[in-house]
């Protein structure tokens, strides 16, 4: 995928920016300025959702919904610990099942540290001279802790930014150990597409796609001398879409059985200070996805590979307050999720975490204007799901209570569905799980509520609960709920139900 001028230009002018987002919405600034209050007084439009309950697609899985966070968080050793109670119980109130990954930026500046040794010299980088760290034997059995104590499984991102092929299988090796079966995979390299970008700066500017296949494939090589049985996803790239496909079509014989994933990031938006990162540009369809998911499909099909979004987020550089710390990212991140996964897509991990992700954008959180916006991102970047640390406590933030919206669809067959939405942005996504279909109602448009029909040619569905995901205002930061909204719930099994602008409703039938 090529970069676009807007992204050289936002490249030009922000050091770490590198997405070229936003290409082809057409957003107009009066929709852009849009931001009603409290509720506005749109019309009702009679939208229509017809199931196809006899055609169920394939199983979404438990960990549908993930989380993804520095690796430098390790640095801490008071987070990723089961003595934290509070952040087990969070992970555990998003899945029970659920994909942790570690990674960003800073897992190309770690390095395996078996016994308080120096850093070699040649683990080092001119543009992050202060960032280098050591992952510990004390780190992984704390990690190890962790994740048993929620449940989750760790996909470890190994340093192909700054290390060598020889000390990321020797870390491999450790991490193997240390989590045993709790280790799902390794990545290898984060977002290697733009090693070559200032503010990576991991490479020199000629870095090609060829060149890293080279270093992918060497490092597996050795990862895979050292941990035979090792998996890996990837190539886990930023931006460019067509390293996926190139990367499918051209890994080694010899590793393509260790390959069981491949892997991209998505940020929504960015950076924080661009025009359009915004709570309308946020909410409107973001044309990259679907491209994204056309390019994937033909290569999904003949791998049999399955596919993740292994960092996900609303607005790059630790994101904007404003926007990714508002109910509207609650409402974008469910109905990503569920789109992604209708495209073939198992797994979105969020990012998130505390003072690292500053760590991982050389020091900066850039959507910081105020002292007391620089605290807040202190406790959690502002997009991160959760903030907090083992001091203060942890909050969820309202990207949270989305992303359990999402996942009312693990577990279930998808069903293919159809949304006459009459021109307003709502969409819908179902899915069975024995008797019980459970359907996804979001509506992003921001004036406009629904009433929605629901309608299953081949079986008569009733209504039995309803949730409401919900807040004050779109771009509230607390009090956003999902709860139960025993009012949808019509006597006689009605099938006609109000989704309100800017709110998302999760419904059973049976
Ligand atoms: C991603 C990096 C991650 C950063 C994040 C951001 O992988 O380390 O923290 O962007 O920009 O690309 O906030």
């Not at 509720?39 to 009702?44: I, L, M």
């Amino acid at each position: 995928m090529p970069q676009s001028t807007t992204s050289d230009m936002l490249h030009a002018c922000t050091p770490l920016s590198r997405r070229g987002f936003g290409r082809g919405i057409a957003l107009s600034v009066a929709s852009a300025c849009a931001m009603p209050r409290a509720r506005a007084a749109g019309s009702t439009v009679a939208a229509r959702v017809v199931l196809d309950t006899e055609r169920p697609g394939r199983i979404l899985p438990g960990s549908l919904c993930g989380l993804s966070l520095e690796t430098a968080v390790l640095s801490n050793s008071a987070v990723l610990n089961a003595r934290n109670t509070a952040l087990v119980a969070l992970h555990r109130g998003l899945s029970a099942q659920g994909v942790l990954r570690l990674g960003g930026n800073t897992s190309d500046l770690g390095w395996w540290d078996p016994g308080g040794g120096q850093a070699p010299d040649d683990i080092s980088h001119p543009a992050h001279p202060r960032d280098i760290f050591a992952i510990t034997h004390e780190h992984l059995e704390n990690l190890r802790g962790f994740v048993d104590a929620t449940g989750w499984s760790v996909v470890w991102g190994l340093n192909l930014g700054t290390g060598r092929p020889e000390q990321a299988a020797r870390e491999a090796a450790a991490v193997a150990t240390h989590l045993g079966p709790a280790l799902l995979a390794f990545q290898i390299g984060n977002e290697a597409d733009l090693f070559n970008r200032y503010g990576h700066a991991m490479r020199g500017p000629a870095w090609s796609f060829t060149q890293f296949l080279h270093d992918w494939t060497r490092t597996a090589t050795a990862v895979v001398a050292a941990c035979p049985n090792a998996r890996f996803w990837g190539p886990d790239v930023a931006v460019r879409d067509d390293w996926i496909v190139r990367f499918a079509q051209a890994i080694p014989a010899s590793l393509r059985p260790h390959v069981t994933r491949l892997s991209a990031h998505y940020y929504a938006e960015g950076p924080p200070d661009a025009p359009d990162s915004t709570i309308a540009h946020l909410l409107a369809d973001d044309p990259r996805v679907g491209e994204l998911l056309d390019t994937l499909r033909p290569v999904l099909h003949r791998t049999g590979l399955p596919f993740a979004i292994t960092e996900a987020g609303s607005c790059f550089l630790g994101g904007k307050p404003g926007v990714s710390d508002t109910f509207a990212s609650a409402l974008w991140a469910t109905d990503y999720v569920l789109r992604m996964a209708q495209g073939g897509c198992d797994n979105v991990c969020f990012h998130g975490g505390a003072a690292e992700v500053e760590h991982a954008n050389n020091g900066r959180s850039i959507g910081a204007h105020t002292d007391a916006d620089r605290a807040r991102a202190r406790r959690g970047a502002f997009y991160s799901p959760i903030a907090g640390t083992p001091e203060t406590g942890y909050i969820t933030r309202p990207l949270y209570r989305g992303l359990q919206a999402a996942q009312s669809l693990s577990r279930t067959e998808l069903l293919p569905t159809e949304m006459e939405a009459k021109g307003i942005n709502l969409s819908a996504y179902a899915g069975r799980r024995g008797k019980v279909i459970t359907l996804v109602m979001v509506n992003r448009d921001l004036t406009h509520d629904a009433d929605v029909t629901i309608e299953s040619p081949a079986e008569r569905l009733i209504v039995r609960s309803a949730r409401l995901l919900s807040a004050p205002t779109v771009d509230a930061d607390t009090a956003v709920t999902l709860k139960e909204a025993p009012d949808r719930v019509g006597a006689g099994g009605t099938r006609t139900l109000a989704v309100p602008h800017a709110s998302a409703l999760v419904v059973t039938m049976g």
